[in-house]
Structures are given as C-alpha cells and as structure tokens.
C-alpha cells in the first residue's frame, strides 16, 4: 500500500511559478515511476509529467515542455513538480500517481493523491 499526498498548489497571475510536491509513504517508493498529472473541470485526466525510478528519466506533455521540470528526491520519499510561466490553460487539479511502468497512461498508475488545485489567472 502507498500513500500519497500532495501539496504546494495555489492561485498566481499568469507567469508565475509554483512548485508541486507529493510525499509518498512505504519503502517501495524507488521502486515506481512517478507521474503528474492534472484534470481541469469538464476535462478528462490528462498526462502532465512521469519520471523514472532512479530520476534519471523524464517525459513531459508537449503542453509544459520548457516550462515544468519533474524531479523526485527518493531519500525523502518525494516528486516535486516545478512549474514556471504558468498559464491560465494549466488550471486545474493536479495529481500525483505511482506506477511500475514508466508509462503516460493513467490507467497505468494503480496509486494516486488527494489532489491540489492550481488556479492561474490572466
């Protein structure tokens, strides 16, 4: 069982930052990719950002390339999710999900968070 629970959403203007962070529990957290993603309402869940086990991976929706930068620290059981020059476009609920598969598919993660929500406005 792995608990997961994110933190470090919030309201900015459009082309601030954020920085999203998930605190796993369970000693298998290094085990499993971990990947961001978001769900706007009316929208369905849609693929944000995934690394790889040892951090040494990375892929990113065409969307946030250039402009998000997934990172996990595995001391510390954590993913962080930096993210710059946000748009109104990235409001939405983020969350965090573990997989064993290096994977962009949702039905692919079999743990995931409670959500934060990111609100940008214009």
């Known amino acids: 069982q792995v608990q997961l629970v994110e933190s470090g959403g919030g309201s900015v203007q459009a082309g601030g930052s954020l920085r999203l962070s998930c605190a796993a529990s369970?000693?298998?957290?290094?085990?499993?990719?971990m990947g961001w993603f978001r769900q706007a309402p009316g929208k369905e869940r849609e693929f944000v950002a995934v690394?790889?086990?040892?951090?040494?991976?990375?892929t990113y929706a065409d969307s946030v390339k250039g402009r998000f930068t997934i990172s996990r620290d595995n001391a510390k059981n954590t993913v962080y999710l930096q993210m710059n020059n946000l748009k109104p476009g990235d409001t939405a609920v983020y969350y965090c999900?573990?997989?064993?598969?290096?994977?962009?598919?949702?039905?692919?993660?079999?743990?995931w968070g409670q959500g934060t929500q990111v609100t940008v406005s214009s």
């Open positions: 999900g573990t997989s064993r598969d290096y994977t962009v598919l949702a039905p692919s993660y079999n743990y």
């Open positions: 369970g000693r298998t957290f290094s085990s499993y990719a």
């Open positions: 690394i790889d086990w040892s951090g040494g991976g990375t």
